[in-house]
């Protein structure tokens, strides 16, 4: 292969350089700006004829993020690039997977559609499959999807002397079921009832046996926080300390950050999203899939 990196976001350079480093292939520079009227400049600085390129861009904020990719998709094109792959630590507009109201637009599918037009192959970490099996349901193009739970597992075992795993919901179960197998970690899932996009309630059985472990919260996703608070509160409720949120991909500001601390939790992420609470690194698995995906 005659790969070629092309970083589309600073906070991913450090998987960048990484990709760069065990696929043997130059990190080559995107130059982008944005013009007075608010509409995007983008230059790749090398040539790409024959290239096999990988993009490096997680897709939190992707509304701001996809009309660059595909600038830059479309460009490498242009330029004769033999393959184009994606690396997306974190795969945007996963969570709308059916129509729960008429008329609303299903737009895990539309998203999907467009990277799969664009792309010839993709690796992201832990995607919100809830309603869909595998990312093949709605992704027409090769893909690989890399598991946190071994380095989420590791950590939880260094830190935590007798952690309980929480999930605050039944879709949780996917990951707490792996990360307690590889770690013996028991597990329990709470239910939860959304009723808006901050209007969360959740509930759970009896589980005084459990007193004396220290419960860690595990979740894909920490976005508004409401989710974390929510259980936070139940568990206290249940007589527990303040538990640590481990949470997938950091999607939450910085104001939902420090209401969890003030609630008490210790908020962990993984590096898929940047975020100070990055403490759990991914990077390796990302790789690994990335030459597992490209191997002739
Ligand atoms: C939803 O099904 C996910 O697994 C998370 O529980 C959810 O996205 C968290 O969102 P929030 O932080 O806004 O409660």
Same mark, same amino acid.
């Given at each position: 292969?005659?790969?070629? $990196? +092309?970083?589309?976001?600073?906070?991913?350079?450090?998987?960048?350089?990484?990709?760069?480093?065990?696929?043997?292939? &130059?990190?080559?520079?995107?130059?982008?700006?944005t013009? !007075?009227d608010?509409?995007?400049?983008l230059? =790749?600085?090398?040539?790409?004829?024959?290239?096999?390129?990988?993009?490096?861009?997680?897709?939190?904020n !992707?509304?701001?993020?996809?009309?660059?990719?595909?600038?830059?998709?479309?460009?490498?094109?242009?330029?004769?690039?033999?393959?184009? %792959?994606?690396?997306?630590? @974190?795969? &945007? @507009?996963?969570?709308?997977?059916?129509?729960?109201? !008429?008329?609303?637009?299903?737009? *895990?599918?539309?998203?999907? &559609?467009?990277?799969?037009?664009?792309?010839?192959?993709?690796?992201?970490?832990?995607?919100?499959?809830?309603?869909?099996?595998?990312?093949?349901? $709605? @992704?027409?193009?090769?893909?690989?999807?890399?598991?946190?739970?071994?380095?989420?597992?590791?950590?939880?075992?260094?830190?935590?002397?007798? !952690?309980?795993?929480?999930?605050?919901?039944? #879709?949780?179960?996917?990951?707490?079921?792996?990360? *307690?197998?590889?770690?013996?970690?028991?597990?329990?899932?709470?239910?939860?009832?959304? *009723?808006?996009?901050r209007?969360?309630?959740?509930? %759970?059985?009896?589980?005084?046996?459990?007193?004396?472990? #220290?419960? $860690?919260l595990?979740?894909? /996703?920490?976005? *508004?926080?409401?989710?974390?608070?929510?259980? /936070?509160? @139940?568990?206290?409720?249940?007589?527990?300390?303040?538990?640590?949120?481990?949470?997938?991909?950091?999607?939450?500001?910085?104001?939902? +950050?420090? #209401?969890?601390?003030? &609630?008490?939790?210790?908020?962990?992420?993984?590096?898929?999203?940047?975020?100070?609470?990055?403490? =759990?690194?991914?990077?390796?698995? $990302?790789?690994?899939?990335?030459? #597992?995906?490209?191997?002739?």
């Open positions: 292969m005659n790969t070629r $990196i +092309y970083c589309l976001d600073d906070h991913n350079e450090a998987l960048a350089q990484a990709v760069s480093t065990r696929m043997t292939g &130059a990190c080559i520079e995107v130059v982008s700006r013009f !007075p608010g509409e995007s400049y230059r =790749i600085t090398e040539d790409a004829k024959g290239i096999d390129a990988i993009v490096v861009c997680s897709l939190d !992707p509304n701001e993020k996809v009309l660059q990719l595909l600038f830059l998709v479309d460009a490498l094109k242009d330029m004769g690039a033999k393959s184009i %792959g994606l690396v997306a630590p @974190y795969l &945007a @507009y996963m969570r709308q997977d059916i129509r729960f109201n !008429p008329g609303e637009a299903i737009s *895990s599918k539309t998203f999907a &559609a467009l990277i799969s037009q664009h792309f010839d192959w993709m690796v992201t970490v832990d995607p919100h499959l809830h309603r869909y099996n595998s990312l093949d349901e $709605i @992704y027409s193009i090769p893909n690989r999807v890399v598991s946190s739970a071994k380095a989420i597992a590791c950590w939880i075992k260094d830190q935590v002397e007798k !952690p309980l795993l929480v999930g605050p919901d039944s #879709e949780s179960a996917q990951w707490l079921s792996e990360i *307690s197998d590889l770690s013996g970690i028991p597990y329990l899932c709470l239910e939860k009832i959304r *009723s808006g996009d209007d969360v309630a959740v509930s %759970g059985d009896d589980f005084s046996q459990w007193h004396g472990f #220290e419960p $860690i595990v979740d894909d /996703i920490i976005s *508004s926080g409401h989710t974390m608070l929510e259980t /936070i509160t @139940y568990l206290k409720n249940a007589g527990f300390s303040a538990p640590v949120c481990i949470g997938i991909h950091a999607l939450f500001n910085d104001a939902t +950050y420090l #209401e969890l601390q003030r &609630a008490g939790a210790r908020v962990i992420t993984c590096n898929t999203v940047f975020h100070h609470s990055n403490s =759990i690194d991914v990077n390796e698995g $990302i790789v690994t899939a990335i030459k #597992e995906i490209t191997r002739p």
